[in-house]
């Protein structure tokens, strides 16, 4: 009886996507809601749906998974919850640019037409971070996978707003905004490239 015969160098793709499929069809990375072990909850925070895993987002996320991977062998129930943000600014940009490249400019769509557009745009590329995720071998309980723009998510931000609102902590006031006059809205100081004139 001859024993199986090692490869000169180790050939990742012919051995992590057949492990990663076969925690997947075991539910190892499903935690239970009702259960009874001590709870241990991580939500991710969300990448943009525009783009790809950066090496911060790497590093980070192998983190996250080192901690609930070890909560998991301390008998907790673990959590890792994935999930996505719209981003809004970022969003509008690449579908612009999609437009453009049709011939179509945004000025000419109504709100439904363009919301349409980045919707249909966010159904094409929105999954590849999530795909990255799970090729990097990420133990998250898929199922739970949630996007910023899913209708609990947005019911819930608006009725903290109006509960914010309702206790004076959030207010209309005069205050100097970064506007964009582009894309005709305010952009946070993180957008901002300062230049002194």
Not at 67 to 81: D, N
Not at 140 to 146: G, I, K, L, V
Request: aromatic share 10%; proline share 4%; hydrophobic share 35%.
């Amino acid at each position: 009886m001859s024993s199986p015969r090692l490869e000169k160098a180790y050939n990742p793709a012919s051995v992590e996507d057949r492990w990663y499929q076969h925690w997947m069809d075991k539910d190892y990375f499903r935690a239970e809601a009702k259960s009874e072990k001590e709870p241990y909850t991580i939500v991710i925070p969300p990448p943009n749906v525009t783009g790809m895993l950066t090496v911060g987002h790497v590093l980070n996320n192998t983190i996250q998974d080192l901690l609930i991977r070890k909560a998991r062998m301390e008998g907790k129930e673990a959590c890792w919850i994935p999930g996505t943000d719209h981003a809004s600014i970022a969003t509008e940009a690449k579908v612009v640019k999609m437009l453009k490249d049709k011939g179509i400019e945004k000025s000419t769509l109504s709100r439904a037409e363009f919301l349409n557009h980045a919707w249909q745009w966010k159904d094409e590329y929105g999954g590849i971070i999530i795909r990255q995720l799970k090729k990097l071998g990420c133990s998250c309980d898929w199922e739970r996978e949630r996007f910023t723009m899913d209708d609990g998510y947005t019911r819930a931000v608006l009725s903290a707003f109006v509960k914010l609102y309702e206790k004076g902590l959030i207010y209309k006031g005069h205050r100097l905004v970064n506007w964009c006059p582009i894309s005709k809205s305010a952009i946070s100081d993180e957008e901002v490239i300062h230049q002194e004139v």
